[in-house]
């Protein structure tokens, strides 16, 4: 490793961010596992049934039956709260990963992108110490102003990640022309005269559109002046899917709501000014 590389990497593992940010996105990650958690009990309460079918990942994972259930989601539960409110957060962050890790694995049927994405959040949350401001252990004492820049600086990488992929995953004939889209959206919007009348242009045109959003956030939102403009997109893009996919139905709206507050919470980890401007600094150097 040259000394350049070498001194970027020192510089990253002890460059620090502000705290309060941190906390707030654990504030809201934490809310938004709760939500979680009620959608995913819901699944795994019928998993409960020994009539339904279960798919584990191993063969060996023991069922869970309404007993373990009455202790597992109310455990769990806490748990996201506790980790909200900022109560020993590194340890009810672990938890949580390890239950939500549990849940992956329990059965196939299970899996869902945005629990995915949450589980490493929260884990980058915990590792980032993001209980040091807005938080019951801050209170009593254990609070800092700054904290450790690379895990946040990870959960940003990740972000980008998610849209850049998203975008480039639907790059593909049956995506590009809208036929993918005659699938997912809302049967009433598909019904509407107006919609009806233009779908053989408005279905391509939303799906590129898609597209671009996704592409452009995923790298807008490292760049100061594009920032803006970039949390505007994903406010319409997000909010887009919801009305055009889930509403009005709620459990939809729900689970709709919580990959969507998933994904966007962490912007605001992009508007304190953080790891970017240590990258241009060394670059310099």
Not at 43 to 71: D, I
Not at 84 to 110: K, S
Not at 144 to 173: D, E, G, H, N
Request: aromatic fraction near 12%.
């Amino acid at each position: 490793m040259s000394s350049h590389a070498k001194n970027l990497t020192t510089q990253l593992l002890q460059a620090e961010v502000a705290a309060r940010p941190v906390g707030l996105v654990r504030f809201i990650i934490g809310c938004v596992t709760i939500f979680a958690f009620v959608e995913t009990f819901t699944f795994l309460a019928k998993l409960a049934n020994p009539e339904v079918l279960h798919l584990p990942y191993v063969a060996a994972m023991p069922e869970l039956t309404s007993a373990h259930l009455a202790f597992l989601i109310p455990a769990t539960l806490i748990c996201a709260l506790l980790f909200a409110v900022g109560w020993h957060t590194r340890l009810t962050g672990t938890l949580i990963v390890t239950a939500i890790g549990f849940v992956l694995i329990y059965d196939q049927q299970l899996y869902s992108n945005h629990l995915y994405l949450l589980a490493l959040l929260v884990f980058l949350l915990t590792l980032g110490d993001s209980g040091a401001q807005w938080s019951i252990d801050a209170m009593r004492g254990g609070g800092k102003t700054t904290v450790q820049a690379w895990p946040i600086l990870l959960i940003k990488v990740q972000i980008s990640v998610v849209y850049f992929f998203a975008a480039v995953s639907k790059i593909m004939p049956d995506y590009l022309s809208g036929q993918v889209l005659v699938h997912v959206l809302h049967a009433d919007f598909l019904a509407t005269p107006l919609f009806a009348a233009w779908s053989p242009l408005m279905l391509p045109l939303l799906a590129s559109l898609s597209i671009g959003v996704e592409l452009f956030i995923a790298f807008a939102l490292w760049f100061p002046r594009l920032r803006w403009v970039a949390l505007l997109a994903g406010i319409g893009l997000h909010g887009m899917i919801i009305l055009l996919m889930a509403w009005p139905h709620p459990f939809t709206v729900l689970q709709l709501t919580v990959f969507e507050a998933t994904i966007m919470t962490p912007y605001l980890l992009f508007f304190q000014g953080t790891s970017s401007r240590l990258l241009q600094r060394t670059a310099v150097q």
